[in-house]
């Protein structure tokens, strides 16, 4: 566990860009900071692996003080990866990857094997290995961050924005490989962005800053969402804060009516969008109202329908769920 323990960081010059931050964040999940430019989010996290130090305050890992500990063994078991990858522009991607596992002692063979196996693990094909940075796409430079991160096998990471760089498109697919790639590791994130949604889908724990450096709220994405703090953190979640609601919850309760006279396609399938139990339920509201049918057929593990849910029993099941 990272425990923030009333820590204020304030700059020469006066401004105030942390003040009096207390939380803790848990061990082996994600942590994202978010908020607006300038609430003291990047000098948080730099705070945890030491590059900026608290002005009063602790910060402890573990419950032991991070001021306490040398400092090249803390920054050991700490990854840090950054906006644009920040890689060496001189050194191949498998030389970058190679770089920290060769400095803490393993032979440059050994270590090399490792890179490898850690490109494959973050999506890049062994053919991007010999290539430069400057060669590959942003979210390719971002991947190799990560794997570089990764390759002193720390168990916790620091992430300054980095899916900011990348285009939407890239980002929303370097999200899913990261969660896959979380849901393995369980390594202990602290992550930081500006963007709300991307802290909803990957945040285990969200903390919302705002100006000042005052800490708005921290909880699970559904507490930020359901249970807004103020109106700061209503603002900040949105005002489609109800249907983001719903992707908190699955579709394993709402009721089906049985198939019949459903239009299968070749292969046994049903046609158009289906839904399984695990989906969400703004995932099946989504599936109903694009629907040209109006209704949206939800599988079983086998693939084969199971059930059907139209407008109207949406409806229904939403209107019972009311407090
Ligand atoms: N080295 C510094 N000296 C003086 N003031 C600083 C320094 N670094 C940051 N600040 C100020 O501290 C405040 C917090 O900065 P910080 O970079 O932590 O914010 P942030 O939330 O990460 O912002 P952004 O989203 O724009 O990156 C800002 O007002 C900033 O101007």
New binding site residues.
Partial sequence: MITFEDVVKV?P?G?T?VDHLSMELPTGKMTVLV?P???????SLRMINRMISPSAGRILIDGEDVTAKDEALLRRGIGYVIQHAGLFPHRTVLDNVATVPVLLGETRRAARAKALALLERVGLAEEFAKRYPAQLSGGQQQRVGVARALAADPPIMLMDEPFSAVDPVVRLQLHDEFLRLQQDLGKTIVM?T?DIDEALKLGDRVAVLREG?HLAQFGTPRDLVTNPADDFVSGFVGKDRGLRGLSFDDASALPVRPVEGLELDAAGKPRGGTFTKADSLRTVIDLVISSPTGVAVRVGPDGAPDGLVSHHDLADYLASRRP
């Avoid at 430019?37 to 000098?43: A, I, L, N, Q, R």
């Fill in positions: 700059y010059g401004s860009a908020g430019s300038g609430c003291g989010k990047t000098t930081v500006h450096g």
